[in-house]
């Protein structure tokens, strides 16, 4: 089966919508059909890998994703921008991400970084039990790094802007 990974409702409503998954458990959800599960894992590192780790313990995963927004510390990059951020790919960018526990200020960022909360998580835990070949983190620009918090709709149209280019991977 394929895994998508996602913190947030919001970022996996489109691929629930699209694939046709139905809700199959609660704590943690996750949503499925024959070919793909979707598992909303939630914020940061303890509900990632408790998430993660029920996933590799009841499915047998061939091929795994991170997808969610993430802030960025470079503010000539268009809000809305999908990048890559474990391996170079041909057709979507490639940017360094760094997790963190808590939301960044512009103040205190490495330069050309996104920054989020569980993507160095999802790896530790997808990296033992899969191939680098088969483990994705794709992220999209959200914010700048500002305090502001977006908003559930916002993410879904961020998310939905690039279904097409990033379900050609799955």
Known sequence: MTLIHTALLSEAQIFIEKYKL??????????????IIVLIGGI????????????????????????????????????GELFCTNRKLDDIKFMDCKTVDTPQLPSNVTPNTLYDMEASYYLEIVNEHLKQKDIYIFKIVSDHLDSTIPKKDF???????????????L
């Open 22 to 35: 139905t809700k199959v458990n609660s704590t943690p959800k996750i949503y499925a059909n024959e070919n």
């Open 44 to 79: 940061g590192k303890e509900n990632t890998d408790s998430s993660l780790e029920y996933i590799f313990e009841k499915y047998t995963i061939t091929k795994a994703f991170n997808i969610g927004i993430a802030g960025c510390s470079d503010t000539t990059i268009e809000i």
């Open 155 to 169: 993410i879904k149209k961020l998310i939905n802007d690039k279904f097409t280019q990033i379900s050609k991977y």
